[in-house]
DNA sequence: GTGAAAATGAACTGGTGAGTTCAATTACCT
DNA sequence: AGGTAATTGAACTCACCAGTTCATTTTCAC
């Protein structure tokens, strides 16, 4: 857990940005055959850098991973909370407002990092369940307070009709993300944009059909 | 179970359901501890089996880990396609009836069995895509359809509105689950049946609030 | 340049686990 | 009782991999 240890120090002599190379190659060999498959020397091999190197900076194989998980999940929360500043703040739009966050949260969601770090979480919770919840806490549970705040405040403007935030923010992202797990494998298969854009419309749409307080469009 | 009887002595010896005890004690400990970790010593010892038995009865540990999936799986889906028989046909108490529906659906999502197939093909569906897509095809795809169909046929009826029933079964079933995951942490904890009732019936409400053709209750 | 920290590669250790072999044992069938 | 097939335990092979060591080379600061 010695994680300061890489500052400028001393590690700034030498060779840079080894580091760097080591964790995103860590990332990307973690993401193709998981971790009990992903070797050191394989890891070493498409960071182009000596095993030993790896050891030098990040000390085993189990803090590598920790590493990588953490740091990849907190740039991949920052977009996602990014999102929210689009929100729609008055009526103005309330539905194209809310189709186009919808539209960026998907986006956030089926990044190819995002995925890969929720489906390395879930494969390795039994193993690294204090990671799961780590990521969980600072990710998103935070993310659910930020939204239910801005859907409460749509709702004090009376432009929607909520009684429990938290819940209506749960069952946004829920009709939003729908089946995209399941379209997309739980993130090892690719995509297809066109349908996750339906998909979270059509979210959309059965979230005003519930909770909105007008016509809706 | 039946299992807990084994010991090591030599009074079972011989030919029994070997097999059967070999897959379910499999199941415990690929559960438990994943599929890499799993060793095939300690599978045989808690089946109470002999290492060869395990090559005798189902060949490698790709193949048992195989048996295992597809057979507790089915079982799983068994089980969930039972469900929609008790499924509101007419509008007599609608809202009880999907309350009904969605608890149950609830139970046989958090069955413990069901949640560790579902966590297991999660964390290996890079290593087997194939099983992953054995498995959902002759389970959620199903389901889903089913659920359309009886969907479909109360919107026909006048009870509900829907333009696309599969649609609309996607969004019910996501509504309904919404956040047991996250509660559950993928199924790696135990999960409050209180809680999951709340969710499921506020599921059940939003659903009606958005897809209802009357006053609801 | 010079020197020290960092990086390298290659070989090595120790441990683990899949899958096999085999002689001895046990259960079931007739 | 006798025969056959399944079961057993134990030892074994083979491969893979985390982590280490070390002599050598590279990089950068001054």
Redo the contacts with the bound molecule.
Sequence with gaps: MSVGDTEK????????D??RAIVEAALRVFARVGY???????IAAEA??????I???L????NLFRHVMTETAARANGKTMEVLESFPGEADGLRPGLEDVAGKLVACYTDEQSQAVRRLLYAEAVRFPDLFDQVRASGPDQFIEALAGRLARLANAGHLRIEDPVRAANQFIALVYEELPTLSTFGSRPLDQKDAEKVAVAGVDTFLRAFGSSGGS
Excluded: M
């Design positions: 120090s001393t590690s700034d002599r030498g060779r840079l080894k580091r009990a498959q992903a070797s050191l020397d394989l182009g850098v000596a095993k030993p190197t050891y030098n900076h000390g085993s194989k189990e």
